[in-house]
């Protein structure tokens, strides 16, 4: 799992790119931590268009992290999943707290 990240505005974009599963869960969680206490921002966007797999795991971190956001008072969205994590996110309800933006 390769991240960036870019503040603009107090918005804090991340870019997910490779395979969000068991295998990488534990350091994309405690990257993504890093990033979030480390950045004041208003909102959070998820860019997944690099996302090439996500599993239940993967499904476990994002949630998280929205957790994690949400007591913040931070907005969090997702741009540009890949078919199969929009397959996912659609299925699971997850649009539902984490909107799709364009």
Not at 10 to 39: C, F, P
Not at 54 to 78: F, N
């Amino acid at each position: 799992m390769n991240i960036k990240y870019q503040v603009a505005n107090k918005v804090l974009h991340i870019y997910l790119n490779g395979e969000l599963s068991e295998g990488t869960a534990q350091n994309t969680r405690s990257s993504l931590d890093n990033l979030i206490d480390s950045n004041n921002m208003v909102s959070v966007v998820f860019h997944l268009n690099g996302l090439s797999f996500m599993d239940s795991t993967g499904i476990g971190v994002l949630i998280g992290r929205y957790k994690k956001l949400k007591q913040r008072m931070t907005d969090v969205y997702v741009k540009e999943p890949t078919p199969q994590v929009e397959k996912i996110f659609r299925a699971t309800g997850l649009f539902d707290i984490m909107p799709k933006i364009s």
